[in-house]
């Protein structure tokens, strides 16, 4: 199908983008090497035909090298003028990004569209989102500080305890959240004193262009470098170094595992990891039917399903199996698919030009091992979108009961013993998340015990999310290592370090001396407002 149409003028392309700078030590450089094009699964012709949005530079082993090398002369061993700047000071650079960063809201949110195929208000929210998580971190970092701004005193010795940098970060985000989550691992990392490089996603990878000047003026040369190209030929050789002290990628954990590995020395090395998840919808006996379909439909087709925290596989007990189907199925159909910039549009062309064909495969196991697709429109193929299929009854033995499908496919697994879906959590790879759909807490209060032992958030009556970006968001076993959250990350990307001293006339006088002179940056009691 074509599903073009007259593209609002606000959000018309005006040329591709030749992206040929990036950021290195403070500097732009212009890059003069291949380059890859970067294309939009959705249509600017009547004819359909993917659209070019531009090119970014091809980058390999010489320049990642380089913007390491930035990086570790700007962290010097925790001496560089960042790692042991004023915590003011951070916060004043951090600041000035901000504003800079808000006046390039129309075209990020533009790239979100045409990159991704998320819908206007969903891009709006992330940018929006994105900005309030700074702003959010900013004062997590006040606050932080402000309890650090004091003596502890115990058995005779007193301590100055704060939290440190680590070192040197290689910041790798998503395709899915290519400003907001990316943003949670580089944001944190930066502002607790760490130096930084940063590799784009595959995906939603322009959209950062508009953001390079900022990055280049609100900070210290080499606190942040900008590199494009592919993860293997930009990673992987600063991966080998053993130079680098913390992974900060939410991806999968294929990926994680292959750069860890490369590192000589993991002991050393702090993982900040966001990874796939198969998060359950367990919907009981007396569950509110009305609430229960469209906390599911949100759940597992808000932007298409591509969220690590969708709703991946849904668990219905028998009795109330064809009251929820027969309702789910026709919401499904009925929801509005179109380009992002359409009014009241739900589903929207995928960005990936391979992930249609890898659904069908999906669907196509599924019916094969005796699967049908409940609703009509299920498995429709259009040029660059396959329509959501509601598949009954799944079974173990189907690749989409297993795997991540990060789409829009929608398994549904019966059961008639609650312990069905629990075993099958337990023995689940994943542990990020789960929705509970009851009413009665005698059923729902054991239930939620033992929930909470599987994963690291119970939704009750509501479908899995991150936000509000306050909670804890992290997951168990390959879903997730570290803590992401305002307060969390910032925990992540540093470590407790202190001085300590007994208390004796020497000592003291020194401390005093510091205090008054305001000679160290790591010592002293100065409260930030």
């Known amino acids: 199908m074509n599903d073009f149409v007259k593209i609002p003028e606000k959000f018309t392309l005006k040329a591709p983008i030749d992206q ?19 294309y939009s699964t959705i249509s600017s012709t009547p004819a359909y035909a993917p659209t070019l949005l531009g090119s970014i530079p ?10 390491l090398d930035a990086a570790l002369q700007a962290y010097d061993q925790g001496q560089g003028t960042w790692p042991t700047m004023k915590v003011r000071d951070r916060i004043a650079c951090m600041e000035k990004f901000l504003d800079q960063m808000k006046s390039k809201r129309d075209p990020i949110v533009t790239l979100l569209m045409w990159e991704i195929g998320k819908s206007l208000p969903d891009s709006e929210k992330e940018f929006d989102r994105t ?9 997590e970092y006040k606050t932080l500080d402000r309890n650090a ?13 704060r939290r440190g940098p680590l070192g040197v970060v290689l910041c790798l985000g998503p395709y ?13 990392a930066i502002i607790m004193g760490n130096t930084t490089v940063f590799k784009p996603a595959k995906h939603g990878v322009l959209l950062i262009t508009p953001l390079l000047e900022a990055f280049q003026n609100s900070f210290p040369k080499g606190v942040i470098n900008v590199l494009f190209g592919r993860g293997r030929a930009v990673a992987a050789p600063i991966m080998k170094t ?19 590995d490369q590192h000589p020395k993991s002991n050393r090395l702090r993982l900040v990891l966001g990874l796939e998840a198969k998060n359950p919808a367990i919907i009981l006996p007396d569950a509110d039917l009305d609430l229960t379909v469209q906390e599911c439909l949100s759940g597992t087709l808000s932007f298409n399903g591509q969220r690590c925290t969708a709703l991946k596989i849904v668990y219905v007990h028998k009795t109330v199996e064809k009251a929820f189907l027969d309702r789910f199925t026709k919401a499904v159909d009925e929801m509005t698919f179109g380009n992002p910039w359409d009014p009241g549009v739900k589903l929207t062309p995928l960005p990936e030009p391979g992930k249609s064909d890898y659904i069908q495969e999906l669907i196509d196991d599924a019916v094969g091992k005796g699967a049908r697709i409940l609703n009509e429109k299920g498995g429709t ?4 979108f396959i329509w959501p299929a509601v598949l009954y009854p799944v079974t173990e033995e189907m690749r989409v009961y297993k795997e991540e499908q990060f789409g829009p ?22 542990g990020q998340q789960v929705s509970l759909f009851g009413k009665d807490i005698r059923a729902l209060a054991p239930l939620i015990d033992t929930l909470a032992n599987l994963v690291c958030r119970v939704n009750l009556n509501s479908s899995c999310q991150r936000g509000p970006d306050v909670y804890p968001f992290t997951g168990r076993k390959d879903s997730a290592q570290s803590t992401l959250s305002v307060y969390d990350a910032l925990r992540s990307f540093s470590i407790r370090t202190f001085v300590a001293f007994k208390d004796n006339e020497l000592n003291n006088q020194i401390v005093e001396e510091l205090l008054q002179e305001k000679n160290s940056n790591f010592i002293n009691t100065e409260y930030l407002l």
């Open 381 to 384: 193929r259009y040029d660059n």
């Open 131 to 139: 900005v309030e998580y700074i702003e959010d971190t900013i004062e």
């Open 149 to 161: 701004a004091r003596f502890d005193k115990h058995d005779g010795v007193y301590a100055h305890i």
């Open 242 to 260: 053993g130079k680098v002290d913390v992974l900060a990628l939410i991806g999968n954990s294929k990926s994680a595992n292959a750069l860890q």
């Open 20 to 38: 040929r700078q990036y950021l290195v030590d403070g500097d732009l450089l212009s890059w003069t090497g291949k380059t890859s094009e970067v």
């Open 409 to 430: 496919v929608i398994p549904v697994v019966p059961f008639t013993s609650i312990e069905e879906p629990l075993n099958d959590m337990a023995k689940s790879n994943y």
């Open 176 to 188: 899915n959240y290519p400003l907001n989550e990316t943003f949670a691992l580089l944001i944190p």
């Open 58 to 67: 091809d980058m390999g082993e010489q320049e990642a090298m380089a913007a």
